[in-house]
């Protein structure tokens, strides 16, 4: 039988399956029989089996925020590097030349040249010699990058939303930068969209999705079908950024670090 977490609610009438990091939740009415769960659970199984396989295999591609790790800025892949400064800073190094040494025989080697993009982030002496194990440094320099996409998309993104709301008609009231933990964007019935600054490690023609995803709810505030015909009429390609970030979402939705 597979491990799963009951969720009920007096409020809910039908009964839900999620496979969610890696786990089984179910979300059920408070009258249904939990013979009835494990029931409809080992009729699903197998597609349960399927799902949290590919899960796991997807958290694989979780940053981890070590030495070496891997995570994306504007769509493309940087691998993570970590030292001690006089100051603590973020920066990005592009197409390092890197010489790999690979043995072709026991007699001779190959040296390949390959290029690499570096995150760089320096951790001051004085905040390094605080922390007290590797934990204590991954989440040192978690929020160092978070510190920093943050920054870039505070500076980069109103353009980009002024931009597209020229072009749409579509004009917020305000616009808020700010960090969710599921979800790209929002927007509320006073006209304020809100971005998630994470979205700075998807590429642009991503971002532009999500804002024009956001400036139509100021037309349509939900999901019908007049919704995505009009993200349709501004953003004709919304299902391939739509399947990029499904593709990509290990990688981008970060690991709570503890």
Request: with cysteine; net charge positive; aromatic share 8%.
């Amino acid at each position: 039988m597979l491990e799963y977490q009951l969720i009920r609610s007096e409020r809910r009438k039908t009964l839900g399956l999620q496979v969610k990091q890696g786990r089984i939740i179910v979300r059920a009415p408070s009258f249904v029989d939990e013979a009835f769960i494990k029931g409809f659970i080992n009729k699903k199984s197998a597609w349960l089996q399927e799902k949290l396989l590919a899960q796991r295999e997807n958290l694989s591609h979780q940053c981890h925020f070590v030495e070496g790790a891997k995570l994306y800025i504007l769509g493309e892949q940087y691998t993570l590097t970590i030292a001690q400064a006089k100051r603590s800073d973020v920066s990005v190094v592009y197409n390092h030349a890197v010489i790999n040494q690979e043995s072709t025989s026991h007699k001779s080697t190959h040296h390949k040249n390959t290029e690499l993009n570096y995150l760089q982030v320096n951790i001051s002496h004085r905040i390094y010699n605080r922390l007290s194990n590797e934990a204590a440094l991954a989440r040192s320099v978690k929020k160092h990058i978070e510190s920093y996409l943050s920054e870039q998309a505070k500076e980069l993104m109103p353009a980009r939303v002024k931009q597209l709301s020229e072009q749409t008609k579509l004009v917020p009231a305000q616009l808020n930068i700010r960090q969710y933990k599921a979800r790209w964007g929002s927007c509320n019935s006073r006209k304020e969209i809100s971005l998630n600054y994470l979205l700075m490690m998807a590429p642009w023609w991503v971002i532009d999705y999500v804002i024009i995803h956001e400036l139509c709810h100021l037309v349509h505030l939900n999901h019908s079908n007049n919704f995505w015909r009009l993200v349709a009429k501004h953003c004709p390609e919304y299902l391939k950024a739509k399947q990029w970030l499904s593709e990509h979402q290990q990688a981008l939705h970060w690991p709570t670090l503890k």
